[in-house]
């Protein structure tokens, strides 16, 4: 059974700094293009960041590129998003995901396989 786990969300002040982890279980997580996506209230979700397999290459939303990067370690079978310089507007629930694809289709919403349960991010003013 697959299972995806975020952690380390919680409330920051804005210019503040946080950083996630998600970890994974029960796929060959090297295998894997990862991404982390989020959806603030009353919006739809929204991309944010994609890794490829082996951390080459990497994608971002341009909401959040250069503040936000993206990593993985493959011995861990964990994937991370350091959220640097945070606002107001960066609050959401914050959701890892991996998909057996490349990472522009992840950041397109496509070839997602699995999903993890969310980890929530405020940002106070």
């Known amino acids: 059974q697959v299972q995806l786990v975020e952690s380390g969300g919680g409330l920051v002040q804005a210019g503040g700094s946080l950083r996630l982890s998600c970890a994974a279980a029960g796929l060959t997580f090297s295998g894997y293009t990862m991404g982390w996506f989020r959806q603030a209230p009353g919006k739809e979700r929204e991309s944010v960041a994609a890794?490829?397999?082996?951390?080459?290459?990497?994608y971002y939303s341009d909401s959040v590129k250069g503040r936000f990067t993206i990593s993985r370690d493959n011995a861990k079978n964990a994937v991370y998003l350091q959220l640097n310089s945070l606002k107001p507007e960066d609050t959401a629930v914050y959701y890892c995901?991996?998909?057996?694809?490349?990472?522009?289709?992840?950041?397109?919403?496509?070839?997602?396989?699995?999903w993890g349960p969310g980890t929530q991010v405020t940002v106070s003013s």
């Open positions: 995901n991996a998909g057996a694809t490349t990472p522009a289709n992840i950041m397109r919403g496509m070839g997602t396989a699995y």
């Open positions: 890794i490829s397999w082996s951390g080459a290459t990497t």
